[in-house]
């Protein structure tokens, strides 16, 4: 596609559900990264990709986070059991290849979770 | 993050005016990415730096990094409506850059 993609847009939950966020990247980038963005502040690494590979997930705050890329394309990041600390704005951002090429990082519109 | 602070953190400037923000990093810098974002929406990628001393610019923007490769300005010549957003860097600070470490940003309003 023309730019990195995220659905939903805006996703509300009642605390203890569970929530997937979706991730298109941008046609043929190998790298995909997720970001935190709470209200004021800027994004936070979560979890990173090449390929299908999750190469770096030091970020992700607790085992409830979860994301994979199974095909090298499409991403799903799952949130489980969903606390109100996780209300924030999560990006997904591609890249062509972050490893053979210095190249920046496209984000996507991201999504708003609101957990009640 | 701590690792990289943005200064001012908000600023309002009258349109027609100049204006600059800063990055500082405690490590050195592999890359430094500015970026724009606008209320709900995401980042805008506007400029990327990684040599010590470079300077690029677009339309009325120029960024620079430092010598020394941790610190970087961003300014914007002749401010107009479009400018106003929340400006952030972000940047590399391993050699094998992946993750980007972001500032808190600056929140920029500029008056008609």
């Known amino acids: 596609g023309a730019g990195v993609s995220q659905s939903p847009r805006y996703k509300v939950a009642k605390r203890g559900q569970d929530v997937a966020l979706r991730c298109d990247p941008i046609?043929?980038?190998?790298?995909l990264f997720w970001y935190q963005q709470a209200l004021g502040q800027g994004p936070e690494f979560l979890t990173y990709?090449?390929?299908?590979?999750?190469?770096?997930k030091s970020g992700l705050p607790s085992d409830r986070f979860f994301a994979e890329r199974p095909e090298g394309s499409v991403s799903t990041l799952k949130i489980q059991r969903t606390q109100q600390e996780d209300s924030a704005v999560y990006l997904c951002?591609?890249?062509?290849?972050?490893?053979?090429?210095?190249?920046?990082?496209?984000f996507g519109d991201g999504t708003r979770l609101s957990i009640l | 993050s701590q690792e990289l602070e943005q200064s001012p953190q908000s600023l309002i400037v009258q349109e027609g005016k100049n204006l600059t923000i800063n990055c500082t990093s405690s490590?050195?810098?592999?890359?430094l990415y500015w970026y724009k974002q606008k209320y709900g929406e995401g980042l805008i990628f506007l400029m990327m730096?990684?040599?010590?001393?470079e300077e690029k610019s677009h339309e009325k923007i120029t960024a620079k990094l430092d010598e020394k490769k941790q610190q970087s300005s961003l300014h914007i010549t002749a401010s107009q409506p479009s400018h106003a957003g929340i400006y952030l860097c972000?940047?590399?600070?391993?050699?094998?850059?992946?993750?980007?470490?972001f500032g808190g940003g600056t929140r920029v309003l500029v008056k008609p």
């Open positions: 490590k050195t810098l592999y890359g």
């Open positions: 730096l990684q040599k010590g001393g």
């Open positions: 972000g940047a590399d600070t391993r050699a094998a850059g992946n993750k980007l470490t």
């Open positions: 990709f090449q390929n299908e590979a999750q190469l770096d």
């Open positions: 951002a591609s890249s062509p290849n972050v490893i053979t090429s210095n190249q920046p990082q496209h």
């Open positions: 046609s043929g980038h190998v790298s």
